[in-house]
């Protein structure tokens, strides 16, 4: 729970002596990750409780250093591009990009299809961090730090197979995800649960028509996703045969990583936390 003194600061109790500005600009950044898009410095200040000239004041430090940008057409503020230079450099330091990088460059050259590897965010969200292309004439292309909803596609079927969320809060994030071809949510929830048996999850035209994606995710140590490797392309390019073959392709990948990287750390330290 978060407190905020007369000054406007934030501090956590029984966590020792936090800086005050530190745990607020944290909070803020949750919160802008947890949004569908860019939010004032009002709104944020009203969904945490901060002081409001402390929160505008926090959110233009942030901009200084790029990790938030401002929107001047709205005056308003989302996730920037700094920080996935802070996810790259802290994928790296601790082992991710030298374990996952060639394994994405070896799924695209094997399948010639586009890999790419989601990182959780936040409990709403997932940004694109790495990708290998394929050499084929067509290809679906997106730019590193691109942002999705943590329940999109197969990569969200693998998320809410393992993040232990309740019912009322996947129904609630399911239905905010736009989908050229929605299912019900019961549907939704049938996959989820295959998902958690198989290893591996697979949307055909429900995202986006005529795409279609193949994901598996890598969990931590104690079971829970921080990643999604996802195969995607022109559903026209993907037969039963060669998606069920390239999803197990996928789930063997997913889980030699995960048992590699499970007994030395936990990467996702807030991802229990509720979001806003």
Known sequence: ????????????????????????????????????????????????????????????????????????????????????????????????????HPE???????????MTAWLR?????????DRAEATSAIQIHMRIGHRLPLLVGALGRCMAAHAGFPIDEMRRQYAKVRQDGPQSFEQFLEEVEAARVDGYAVDRDGFARGVTTVSSPVLDAEGTPFLALSAVGLTAQFSDERVAAMAADLRDTTQRISRQLASSFSPFPHHRESTR
């Open 104 to 114: 994405l460059e070896r799924l695209a050259a094997a399948w010639q299809t586009p």
């Open 121 to 129: 965010v936040s409990n709403a969200r997932v940004m694109l961090v």
């Open 1 to 100: 729970m978060l407190a905020e003194h007369q000054d406007g600061e934030i501090t956590t109790p029984n966590a020792g002596k936090p800086v005050g500005a530190v745990v607020s600009a944290l909070a803020i950044l949750r919160y802008l990750a947890s949004q569908d898009g860019a939010v004032s410095s009002i709104q944020t200040a009203r969904a945490l409780g901060l002081n409001p000239s402390t929160c505008f004041n926090i959110l233009k430090t942030l901009v200084a250093e790029r990790v938030v940008h401002f929107e001047e057409a709205g005056k308003a503020y989302r996730l920037g591009s700094g920080l996935v230079e802070l996810a790259g450099s802290a994928l790296d330091q601790v082992g991710y990009t030298r374990l996952i």
